[in-house]
Every structure is written in C-alpha cells, then in structure tokens.
C-alpha cells in the first residue's frame, strides 16, 4: 500500500462494519489500496489478515437493498459510500449474523453532528 491513492484530504472517512466491529478508514481510489486499508485495521487484522475479502454498501440512490460492490464499479460508487460493511468469501453468512445487522448511517451514528470534512 506504500504509494496508495486516497481521495483528498477534505473528502469524509468511510465506516467500515465487521463482526459486529467497527472502524475508520480513508477512502482509497483503488478497491485494493481499500481492501488493504480495511485488513491494516488493528481490529480486524488478526481475524482478516489472511481472509479473501469483498465489501456491500447502501447506495440509496440505486436502490433500498444492500448492494455487493465490484472492483470496477468502486471507483463509479466512491463517492456515494458512507458506511462499508465487510464480507469473508466463502463464509456461511447465517453462522455471522451480524454481517446482515447494518449499521445506521454515518449521521445518524454520530448524532446529527457533521461529517468530519
């Protein structure tokens, strides 16, 4: 990740959502520079660090469902992103139920308080 591409300085963090953990990372133009992102978190490292992992997101401009986003949509959804919630390929989801329990959005998890620009 040493010479990885984050979005400018100005632009809001990303929530990112785990086990019924959370954390927060820059955002990354490339979906890798992000997927490393999400498995440098001390939070997730022991547990992630040797998973293949994918991200889901709502985007309630597209729809009311949770979406999976692919590496060549990232850089299209970026931007819409307020809150990632983590995937282990290959994980029966029903034994991880909290991979299905969002989070609120970022507003309202931080009590009507801007967003950190």
Known sequence: M????????????????????????????????????????????????HHEIYFTAYLPQIGEEEFELSEDAWGKVLESIT???VHVVGQDDRQNPAVHTPAPPYEVSTNGYQKIK
């Open 2 to 49: 040493g010479n990885a591409s984050s979005i400018p300085q100005n632009s809001s963090p990303l929530v990112v959502n785990w086990d019924g953990k959370s954390a927060i990372i820059s955002r990354h133009i490339q979906y890798e520079d992000a997927v490393a992102a999400v498995k440098a978190v001390r939070t997730f490292k022991e547990s992630l660090s």
């Open 83 to 85: 809150t990632l919630n």
